[in-house]
């Protein structure tokens, strides 16, 4: 038993020993004569004597491992700062600033007056700095870079410098952790907003109603008046937009081309995919895809649904168009029984689910298809006037949608409750004083933006909403003989601001004419800080979410812009207008 012990305790020496690298020649020697008056005990008290000994041991070695781990955190610091002089991006923000350097933290979070002298001597800044001058340096010093507290700095240069030294997450020194955290990489992108106008992405074909990514932004779809859909592989857009604006494509110099059609044919992208529309009246009234890219619903003045296959799952881009038209597996019509003969169903939807669909139509119903039982379940009689759009609120959730109509309402529906309250609304929203266009969800369960025809965008918080058994005044449209389509809007329009507004902000600037214009809210990737909305005199307008201000007007197209969609992970941005053409906008340094 006595040599299991020695066995036992000899290994937890010999561990201690290879934790501590800074221990002296006494210590070993110490430990040398513990063992030997160990080894010289009676074996009765053995197991009381290994025991007294390890808490010993244990207790007398915790001060030196603090101060180890101490010594360890500013060894790191000042590796961390030796790597400022030899990296590349440290050289631009050396030479443009000055210095890195500790300072002792105040109450106003500033540097003093001091820092902000340039001094390119690192080394002397480090050495003249004695942590131990405090008991907790940790809470007394904060890093500062030029004078700034990089806790309440958010530029560029110092976000991607915190990245470097692997500030961006609390503790990181200690963990080497260099990578960015989802909020300073959401300050990056937010800063870069698409700008610049690269060109239309396919030739003219006619007055283009509905232009969407997917939702993973792999493919690019557009419907046209001239019945078509179309689908565009987006690696190929930016790939062909790159080579054009680098010039690595060339024409043909013997083929007779003028300039303009030159730079058409360099800048247009052929469609991966083209699905021609049936049984449509005027036009492609709305579409939408599915969340896995298998499926698209499009809607026109029809009393039917169609369902079509969008991307194959065996797509191969490296084939000709001609020999993927065998891949079209699914091309159905899907009938919602409306009871009119002058039905359209303005606003089509897919469930988060992929489930069920959802519909707002010209007779003031809601309509909700069965996918998978291929039948209407459900026809509400939701407002007094035509359902121009209709959207979910929770990206993860079919349960709750919300509605907007002519009459200058928006409703919130709960799909659990139908059954109990004979299809009533939850809740209503008033503040527009005319009909809502669009109605787009930002995804959370709780916010929402609307376009309407006062020449307004709201932003909207549905746990502000009047319960269904609330009286929810309305006031009467300014002007019940203008007609939005043809004329323009009434003066009085700018000036009637509603009594009950419920809504969180308003937006103006933007011209809600003509047709139903559709705005969203930016992509995660920015933090969603930003509203983007079409409009009549064929400018896109990008608006701040907190400050109502108009950040960037993008300019190219001659007529209404009535679609937009920004893609959930570049700076890209697509529109798509009555010209005929679906621009690309970029910002200057991403294609």
Not at 328 to 346: D, S, T, V, W
Not at 414 to 420: A, H, I, P, Y
Request: proline content about 3%; glycine content about 4%.
């Amino acid at each position: 038993m006595r040599r299991i012990f020695e066995m036992y305790l000899r290994q937890y020496i010999n561990t201690l020993q290879r934790d501590d690298n800074n221990n002296d020649g006494s210590d070993e020697e110490y430990i040398d004569d513990e063992e030997e008056d160990y080894i010289e005990e009676d074996d009765d008290d053995e197991e009381e004597i290994i025991t007294n000994y390890i808490n010993n041991r244990i207790t007398s070695r915790r001060p030196r491992q603090d101060e180890e781990r101490e010594n360890h955190f500013h060894e790191q610091i000042k590796e961390k700062l030796q790597v400022l002089k030899t990296h590349d991006l440290s050289q631009t923000i050396l030479s443009h600033s000055g210095k890195f350097c500790c300072q002792p933290s105040d109450s106003n979070n500033n540097a003093t007056s001091s820092s902000l002298i340039p001094n390119n001597n690192i080394q002397e800044e480090q050495e003249s700095f004695n942590p131990e001058e405090t008991n907790d340096f940790r809470n007394e010093y904060k890093h500062f870079y030029c004078g700034v507290n990089y806790n309440n700095d958010n530029s560029l240069v110092h976000l991607l410098h915190k990245r470097m030294i692997g500030a961006n997450h609390p503790g990181s020194l200690h963990r080497n952790n260099c990578i960015s955290s989802k909020g300073c990489t959401t300050k990056i992108a937010s800063r870069y907003l698409p700008e610049r106008n690269v060109g239309p992405i396919d030739n003219a074909y006619a007055q283009v109603f509905c232009g969407q990514f997917t939702v993973d932004g792999k493919y690019f779809m557009s419907a046209s008046q001239d019945q078509v859909v179309r689908i565009y592989d987006v690696n190929t857009i930016l790939f062909k937009k790159n080579s054009s604006m680098d010039g690595n494509e060339s024409i043909n110099e013997d083929s007779m081309i003028d300039e303009d059609d030159e730079q058409s044919i360099v800048n247009t992208v052929k469609p991966i995919r083209e699905i021609q529309a049936r049984d449509v009246g005027w036009s492609i009234i709305d579409s939408h895809t599915s969340s896995d890219n298998k499926y698209l619903i499009y809607s026109s003045w029809s009393p039917y649904i169609h369902l079509a296959t969008c991307v194959p799952e065996d797509y191969d881009p490296n084939e000709l168009m001609e020999k993927r038209v065998k891949y079209i597996e699914k091309h159905e019509q899907l009938n919602l029984n409306p009871g009119n003969y002058r039905f359209c169903a303005f606003s089509v939807r897919f469930s988060p689910n992929g489930k069920e669909l959802l519909a707002g139509a010209n007779d003031s119903c809601l309509y909700i298809y069965d996918i998978e039982k291929n039948q209407r379940i459900e026809k509400i009689t939701a407002h007094n006037d035509d359902i121009n759009t209709v959207s979910y609120i929770d990206e993860f959730s079919s349960n709750v949608f919300c509605s907007g109509s002519d009459d200058g309402f928006c409703k919130i529906w709960d799909r659990r409750q139908f059954s109990t309250k004979k299809n009533k609304s939850i809740g209503t929203l008033v503040g527009h004083t005319d009909g809502i266009t669009c109605i787009s969800s930002k995804g959370d369960g709780r916010y929402f933006i609307s376009n309407g025809k006062d020449q307004t965008l709201k932003l909207w918080d549905i746990r502000k909403m009047k319960n269904a058994g609330e009286d929810v005044p309305q006031i009467p449209k300014t002007n019940s003989f203008w007609d939005y389509r043809y004329e323009n809007c009434p003066s009085r329009h700018s000036r009637v601001v509603h009594p009950n507004d419920m809504s969180l902000m308003t937006y103006t600037g933007h011209k809600v004419l003509q047709t139903l214009i559709r705005c969203y809210f930016s992509p995660q990737s920015t933090g969603q800080q930003y509203i983007v909305t079409g409009s009549q005199d064929g400018i896109v307008y990008i608006y701040d979410i907190i400050t109502a201000k108009i950040v960037k007007r993008l300019y190219g197209h001659t007529a209404v812009v009535r679609d937009v969609s920004w893609h959930p992970h570049l700076p890209v941005l697509f529109s798509s207008s009555w010209d005929g053409n679906c621009l690309m906008f970029a910002h200057s340094n991403s294609v």
